[in-house]
């Protein structure tokens, strides 16, 4: 391992705004926030706001930014990458901002019944072949446990260069008949892109570099808790223009 990453990991230690939880803590177990991020975390009672898969945080450290009335908390199993978020946190005293190292595997450890108000999944793993569908973010596995911790009205928001998860997604929510507020398949080929959405991750200028279009969904899950898998047409058919040079990066 790297000087750099040992560094960074050492210095991840003495942010408050980082949780990062011992895998006993969490296996099985309910994490000591679970039902009390408000009173125990940021001291108040506004709507939380989670990122899955946040990475360095931009996405997290934007938000936060521009919305002081909300809470917002990015979640990754990359410590490295994720120093850098909590680092910027840390000094600009943002007090609306928190961090939670662990796998989105066990993010039902984490929060109660109706403690998340919004959902960001920003630029995931697309998990393009179809034996790994179970592992997207937006599968029926995972709606299940976002089910579990989102507040009934509350939001999932889907940013991604993936135009084969853009499609999967497109057909989850019309499966189950979800309530689909948005789905735009180029926001800024068509203009669509407002403020929040023109925020760009590193991967995404990466994506937009390569000329791929970024794709925007947003849905509700209506108070429906139960999602069965299913299998997806779409699976069988890669885009042949999009996909293969997004693996190539």
Same mark, same amino acid.
């Given at each position: 391992?790297?000087?750099?990453?040992?560094?960074?990991?050492?210095?991840?230690?003495?942010?408050?705004?980082?949780?990062?939880?011992?895998?006993?803590?969490?296996?099985?177990?309910?994490?000591?926030?679970?039902?009390?991020?408000?009173?125990?975390?940021?001291?108040?009672?506004?709507?939380?706001?989670?990122?899955?898969?946040?990475?360095?945080?931009?996405?997290?450290?934007?938000?936060?930014?521009?919305?002081?009335?909300?809470?917002?908390?990015?979640?990754? $199993?990359?410590?490295?990458?994720?120093?850098? *978020?909590?680092?910027?946190?840390?000094?600009?005293?943002?007090?609306?901002?928190?961090?939670?190292?662990?796998?989105?595997?066990?993010?039902?450890?984490?929060?109660?019944?109706?403690?998340?108000?919004?959902?960001?999944?920003?630029?995931?793993?697309?998990?393009?072949?179809?034996?790994?569908?179970?592992?997207?973010?937006?599968?029926?596995?995972?709606?299940?446990?976002?089910?579990?911790?989102?507040?009934?009205?509350?939001?999932?928001?889907?940013?991604?260069?993936?135009?084969?998860?853009?499609?999967?997604?497109?057909?989850?929510?019309?499966?189950?008949?979800?309530?689909?507020?948005?789905?735009?398949?180029?926001?800024?080929?068509?203009?669509?892109?407002?403020?929040?959405?023109?925020?760009?991750?590193?991967?995404?200028?990466?994506?937009?570099?390569?000329?791929?279009?970024?794709?925007?969904?947003?849905?509700?899950?209506?108070?429906?808790?139960?999602?069965?898998?299913?299998?997806?047409? *779409?699976?069988? $058919?890669?885009?042949?223009?999009?996909?293969?040079?997004?693996?190539?990066?």
């Amino acid at each position: 391992m790297g000087k750099d990453k040992l560094r960074r990991f050492a210095e991840n230690l003495t942010f408050d705004c980082l949780i990062q939880p011992e895998f006993d803590e969490i296996f099985k177990n309910d994490h000591r926030l679970k039902g009390h991020w408000h009173s125990d975390f940021f001291h108040n009672d506004r709507p939380i706001t989670l990122e899955l898969g946040c990475g360095k945080g931009e996405y997290t450290i934007a938000l936060a930014e521009r919305n002081p009335d909300r809470n917002y908390i990015g979640v990754d $199993i990359k410590g490295a990458r994720m120093w850098r *978020g909590a680092k910027t946190a840390t000094e600009r005293q943002m007090g609306n901002v928190g961090f939670i190292r662990t796998r989105i595997e066990f993010i039902t450890s984490f929060f109660a019944e109706g403690e998340i108000d919004e959902i960001w999944i920003t630029f995931p793993d697309p998990q393009l072949k179809s034996r790994r569908a179970k592992k997207r973010l937006t599968s029926p596995l995972f709606l299940e446990r976002y089910a579990q911790m989102l507040a009934a009205d509350g939001a999932i928001n889907l940013k991604t260069d993936s135009q084969h998860l853009f499609r999967y997604t497109s057909a989850v929510i019309e499966r189950f008949g979800l309530r689909c507020e948005a789905a735009n398949d180029d926001i800024y080929g068509s203009g669509f892109a407002d403020e929040t959405l023109s925020v760009k991750t590193a991967y995404e200028q990466m994506f937009l570099s390569r000329r791929l279009p970024i794709t925007y969904t947003r849905f509700t899950l209506g108070g429906r808790s139960r999602f069965e898998e299913f299998d997806w047409e *779409g699976d069988d $058919i890669l885009d042949k223009d999009c996909e293969p040079q997004r693996a190539g990066l």
